[in-house]
């Protein structure tokens, strides 16, 4: 592991730079615009080349299991009941045990994609469709159903903890672009056009070793400015085994900046609450961090995000 360092320096945005930064990625992203958003730079040519990063077949799931119990980070966990084994079978013994759930989609536990539409701001979705396309009885643009044929590309794991040597970045650290940037070179990688970028911070590690938090108040994730990084290098899809986003906001008035300008004025598609500890020591045994991903939602026509089980193959 890497000498213990504290990170780059990543000071908070004011307001008017941040709006600065939001103008300069949303003008510099026309590439991404469209129902698919940044998913435009994830060509059949790049999913067929992505395809050449399996090399020991082995497969790692980047989900973590759905939380069902109450807690500071779960207040509405996943509900899951069942009908199991009971007298009411037919003459021959036969029953199906059945199960049935109910989940709070963008909760600061379960593993998921956001649609395009989840994100909302000044009045409109990502490229200016108007916010009234999303209703109470679910939304009509730029819906989970985008990408219902599924995700398949390269993916990139660039892991900050190793990079910093410790185990977890603390609730309230920033990764900024320059982090990015180290954490390729210290691991022989580089992202490329159309990836998907995922970010480990620990955090999946810290809750298992520390207990559950108010993550909603206070979580490590990536400074605003990380999102030149994805800008320069086309990605299409972030992931993060937190909220991508830090807590408390790195932008005064704004309570999401990552999303905002991810989602928002880039169209790139952001996998919330993964679980990175099976991969990272895979990534590390084989000596590399980039292997063919597959992301497959549930097909909700009208839904902002999905549960996902994202798989890794190296």
Known sequence: ????????????LTAAEFHALYRRLASGASWAAGARGALAALTPDRVAAAAQEIQAGRTVSLAAPV?????????????????AWSDESDD????????????NVHGDTDSHLDALCHVIYRGTLHGGVDAGSVTASGATALTVEAVADGIAGRGVLLDIPRLRGVPWLEPGEHVGAGELEAA?????????EGDLLFVRVGHRKRRAEEGPWHAAESRAGLH????EFLAERKVSVLGGDGNNDTAPSAVDSVGFPVHVLAMHAMGVYLLDYLQFEDLAPVCAAEGRWSFFCVVAPLRLPSATGSPVNPIAVL
């Open 184 to 192: 390729e070179r210290s691991q022989g990688t580089r992202v490329g």
């Open 224 to 227: 605003p400015n990380a999102l």
């Open 1 to 12: 592991m890497a000498t213990r360092t504290s990170g780059e320096r990543t000071p908070p």
């Open 67 to 83: 939380e069902t119990s109450t807690g500071p980070d779960s207040p509405e966990p996943a509900r899951h009941t069942m009908r």
């Open 92 to 103: 021959q013994g036969l029953h199906f045990a059945r199960d049935s759930f109910a989940m």
